[in-house]
């Protein structure tokens, strides 16, 4: 057994952030009301050093709505695993999960912070700081497990407030001490030690920017992200990894260009929702950054399992070719790229990435016939073109060299389209492989097989934007973005189920993703320095599940 097991301590800050917690709040939700002000509290007592902090809050209602999600055999599942997590991390301690820990919690911050000693300069240090509405009950937990259980625990003091060193019989230790109505925990005693000197006044977590945001918020998240200096928590974990090849200082310099990151997930009456905020460099934008238009996505059928859009490729490969002129070992990955086209006469820069100046967009279609129709599904692209001559005479370059290595090359009409397809040098087979053509007078389509290329040459009769679970989702997410995903997860686990390899596919996976109805996301760039990601999982529940069942 592992120290953890042995600790009970470590039981009240392992139950919060294990999956044993998360199998219990599907039920119950956690009692009582810590709320984020309580978390920010947290972020007082944790030195400002910390290089990242995960946070649960206790938000009773949005807890309460996860229980509403799922069968009953996911239930079941979730109920084995709070079984299990009673029985490994409770054994030998004397102590009740649901009588004396979970009742004392409001929500916990666990923070990651550098080394403190030499002891521990091989990996970051961790420290847990709990909130309780009881807790001298907590403490008391302490003398329970004592008594109850194998653990032994001394005492001393540290600038008058008293620290706890928790062992078990086989070894190990963890440090404990109460602060400002709160427990820490940590698996080393100098950050315990840390954190009495910041509750009597040293730079805490709290005094950074973005803490409160992070910390505290004005959403229901239920666990928040805060993680103060990317660059710096890179830097650290680098160093903390003598096998991992040092970055040259030119790409250090640039992921410092990465200030801040907060990230929140929500438990809602609908699904999940995970929104992340950055704040950025300001040149690490493209200048003349836009919102996307969002017009592809009419032209996709509404059976299309997954979609994903964006803006500007053009713009987006000359700002990675500036960037990569501070860093040489990405300056000669582009040459490289760029030498390798040469060899089948394309120039990267003019003749493919010039005219990418508009949306472009991918979709992932159901294909029941010919050679693609064995896969399953076959792929479509959508994108705008700034220059139609520049984007013709690529692939007429493309269309020789594919011509010349004995790829079937043919120009066909499908009703009014013209397309140009590739089929495979298979005698007296004419079914397209690839096929392409205009949808007007600067936009384009690629698509595999037969059937997707002449559904993808007029519009269709119904579009994606009509699939009932496509407008759920996206409803839930911002309409501003430069470019978003969406994943029919109902429509492609069907798929993946009368596929040949429906074997290899998990029953409890499968289980699981049986509630999940969809998911979708959307990225901003609004303001130049804070670049904000949104995804949303729409989960169902068990009356659709077994309405669906019948």
Same mark, same amino acid.
């Not at 109460?178 to 954190?195: C, F, G, N, S, Y």
């Not at 859009?309 to 490969?317: A, K, L, T, V």
């Given at each position: 057994?592992?120290?953890?097991?042995?600790?009970?301590?470590?039981?009240?800050?392992?139950?919060?952030?294990?999956?044993?917690?998360?199998?219990?709040?599907?039920?119950?939700?956690?009692?009582?009301?810590?709320?984020?002000?309580?978390?920010?509290?947290?972020?007082?007592?944790?030195?400002?050093?910390?290089?990242?902090?995960?946070?649960?809050?206790?938000?009773?209602?949005?807890?309460?709505?996860?229980?509403?999600?799922?069968?009953?055999?996911?239930?079941?599942?979730?109920?084995?695993?709070?079984?299990?997590?009673?029985?490994?991390?409770?054994?030998?301690?004397?102590?009740?999960?649901?009588?004396?820990?979970?009742?004392?919690?409001?929500?916990?911050?666990?923070?990651?912070?550098?080394?403190?000693?030499?002891?521990?300069?091989?990996?970051?240090?961790?420290?847990?700081?709990?909130?309780?509405?009881?807790? +001298? /009950?907590?403490?008391?937990?302490?003398?329970?497990? !004592?008594?109850?259980? @194998?653990?032994? =625990? %001394? &005492? *001393?003091?540290?600038?008058?407030?008293?620290?706890?060193?928790?062992?078990?019989?086989?070894?190990?230790?963890?440090?404990?001490?109460? +602060? /400002?109505?709160?427990?820490?925990?940590?698996?080393? !005693?100098?950050?315990? @030690?840390?954190? =009495? %000197? &910041? *509750?009597?006044?040293?730079?805490?977590?709290?005094?950074?920017?973005?803490?409160?945001?992070?910390?505290?918020?004005?959403?229901?998240?239920?666990?928040?992200?805060?993680?103060?200096?990317?660059?710096?928590?890179?830097?650290?974990?680098?160093?903390?990894?003598?096998?991992?090849?040092?970055?040259?200082?030119?790409?250090?310099?640039?992921?410092?260009?990465?200030?801040?990151?907060?990230?929140?997930?929500?438990?809602?009456?609908?699904?999940?929702?995970?929104?992340?905020?950055?704040?950025?460099?300001?040149?690490?934008?493209?200048?003349?950054?836009?919102?996307?238009?969002?017009?592809?996505?009419?032209?996709?059928?509404?059976?299309?399992?997954?979609?994903?859009?964006?803006?500007?490729?053009?713009?987006?490969?000359?700002?990675?070719?500036?960037?990569?002129?501070?860093?040489?070992?990405?300056?000669?990955?582009?040459?490289?790229?760029?030498?390798?086209?040469?060899?089948?006469?394309?120039?990267?820069?003019?003749?493919?990435?010039?005219?990418?100046?508009?949306?472009?967009?991918?979709?992932?279609?159901?294909?029941?016939?010919?050679?693609?129709?064995?896969?399953?599904?076959?792929?479509?692209?959508?994108?705008?073109?700034?220059?139609?001559?520049?984007?013709?005479?690529?692939?007429?370059?493309?269309?020789?060299?594919?011509?010349?290595?004995?790829?079937?090359?043919?120009?066909?009409?499908?009703?009014?389209?013209?397309?140009?397809?590739?089929?495979?040098?298979?005698?007296?087979?004419?079914?397209?492989?690839?096929?392409?053509?205009?949808?007007?007078?600067?936009?384009?389509?690629?698509?595999?097989?037969?059937?997707?290329?002449?559904?993808?040459?007029?519009?269709?009769?119904?579009?994606?934007?009509?699939?009932?679970?496509?407008?759920?989702?996206?409803?839930?997410?911002?309409?501003?973005?430069?470019?978003?995903?969406?994943?029919?997860?109902?429509?492609?686990?069907?798929?993946?189920?009368?596929?040949?390899?429906?074997?290899?596919?998990?029953?409890?996976?499968?289980?699981?993703?049986?509630?999940?109805?969809?998911?979708?996301?959307?990225?901003?760039?609004?303001?130049?320095?804070?670049?904000?990601?949104?995804?949303?999982?729409?989960?169902?529940?068990?009356?659709?599940?077994?309405?669906?069942?019948?």
């Amino acid at each position: 057994m592992s120290f953890i097991r042995k600790s009970a301590i470590a039981l009240v800050g392992a139950t919060a952030i294990a999956g044993g917690a998360g199998a219990y709040v599907y039920f119950n939700g956690l009692p009582g009301g810590g709320g984020g002000e309580g978390l920010y509290g947290s972020a007082e007592i944790i030195p400002d050093d910390a290089m990242a902090a995960v946070a649960l809050t206790n938000n009773a209602e949005a807890w309460k709505n996860l229980g509403n999600f799922g069968s009953a055999a996911t239930q079941a599942q979730a109920d084995e695993t709070l079984q299990d997590f009673k029985q490994s991390f409770l054994d030998d301690t004397g102590l009740s999960l649901d009588d004396d820990i979970l009742p004392l919690l409001d929500g916990v911050v666990v923070a990651l912070l550098p080394p403190t000693s030499v002891e521990s300069a091989d990996a970051p240090e961790m420290l847990a700081v709990i909130s309780t509405n009881n807790p +001298l /009950k907590a403490l008391q937990l302490l003398t329970k497990a !004592r008594d109850g259980g @194998e653990v032994q =625990i %001394e &005492t *001393s003091e540290h600038q008058g407030v008293t620290l706890s060193e928790i062992t078990p019989p086989e070894g190990g230790k963890l440090y404990s001490a109460v +602060l /400002k109505q709160r427990l820490v925990i940590a698996p080393t !005693r100098r950050p315990v @030690e840390m954190a =009495i %000197e &910041t *509750s009597r006044g040293d730079d805490s977590l709290a005094d950074l920017p973005q803490a409160a945001q992070a910390l505290k918020g004005s959403d229901d998240s239920v666990v928040r992200l805060y993680i103060p200096d990317y660059g710096d928590l890179l830097t650290n974990v680098i160093a903390l990894s003598p096998d991992a090849p040092p970055l040259p200082p030119e790409t250090l310099e640039q992921l410092g260009k990465i200030d801040s990151i907060v990230a929140g997930l929500s438990i809602e009456a609908e699904g999940l929702r995970l929104k992340a905020t950055s704040e950025l460099d300001p040149s690490l934008r493209p200048a003349d950054y836009k919102a996307g238009q969002g017009d592809a996505v009419d032209r996709f059928p509404a059976n299309t399992v997954a979609f994903f859009n964006g803006q500007g490729i053009s713009q987006s490969w000359d700002k990675m070719l500036e960037q990569s002129e501070a860093i040489p070992e990405s300056a000669q990955v582009f040459e490289l790229m760029r030498n390798a086209s040469q060899q089948i006469d394309v120039d990267l820069d003019e003749d493919v990435f010039s005219w990418m100046t508009g949306e472009f967009a991918f979709g992932i279609v159901p294909v029941e016939e010919g050679l693609v129709g064995q896969l399953g599904m076959g792929a479509v692209f959508v994108m705008d073109s700034g220059d139609r001559p520049a984007t013709e005479a690529l692939f007429t370059k493309l269309d020789k060299l594919a011509a010349g290595n004995q790829v079937k090359v043919d120009e066909k009409s499908v009703g009014k389209q013209s397309i140009t397809a590739w089929g495979a040098p298979i005698p007296g087979n004419d079914e397209t492989v690839v096929g392409r053509g205009w949808l007007d007078e600067d936009s384009m389509f690629l698509a595999t097989g037969d059937s997707l290329v002449a559904n993808m040459s007029e519009p269709p009769a119904e579009n994606l934007p009509s699939n009932p679970v496509f407008q759920n989702i996206m409803a839930e997410l911002p309409k501003n973005g430069m470019g978003y995903g969406f994943v029919n997860v109902e429509q492609a686990l069907a798929l993946a189920l009368n596929s040949p390899m429906r074997s290899q596919v998990d029953p409890q996976v499968t289980e699981l993703l049986r509630m999940v109805e969809g998911v979708g996301m959307t990225s901003s760039w609004e303001k130049a320095e804070t670049s904000e990601v949104e995804f949303f999982v729409s989960l169902k529940s068990e009356e659709e599940l077994e309405a669906a069942a019948k």
